[in-house]
Nanobody, 125 residues
Framework: QVQLVESGGGLVQAGGSLRLSCAAS????????ISWFRQAPGEEREFVAG????????YYADSVKGRFAISKDMPNYTVYLQMNTLKPDDTAVYYC??????????????????WGQGTQVTVSS
């Protein structure tokens, strides 16, 4: 079992920045991919960014490339999502997820076993 707790959401103006944190605990993360997803009202949950816990390969949705950066702090079992140049379209609940997911399928929410409770990000225009 892996427990995930997100933090760092909030209200920010367009063009601003936020950093989300995902603190993990429980079982080892060695074989896991840790990813961020987001879900806006009335929309499906969509992949934002992911990172392999071992090895550190990183993956991004096209909509956030160049603006968001995912990173990890291994000693503290924490994954971060630095979000820059935020746009109103980035407004959503952001979720952290973990699972033994390979790169070719890391964008599918159904492939992740563990989820956090989510943190709200609101970007005003």
């Amino acid at each position: 079992q892996v427990q995930l707790v997100e933090s760092g959401g909030g209200l920010v103006q367009a063009g601003g920045s936020l950093r989300l944190s995902c603190a993990a605990s429980g079982s080892t993360l060695t074989s896991q991919t840790i990813s961020w997803f987001r879900q806006a009202p009335g929309e499906e949950r969509e992949f934002v960014a992911g990172i392999r816990w071992s090895g550190g390969n990183k993956y991004y949705a096209d909509s956030v490339k160049g603006r968001f950066a995912i990173s990890k702090d291994m000693p503290n079992y924490t994954v971060y999502l630095q979000m820059n140049t935020l746009k109103p379209d980035d407004t959503a609940v952001y979720y952290c997820a973990a699972g033994p997911v390979i790169a070719s399928s890391n964008r599918r929410p159904s492939n992740y076993y563990y989820w956090g409770q989510g943190t709200q990000v609101t970007v005003s225009s």
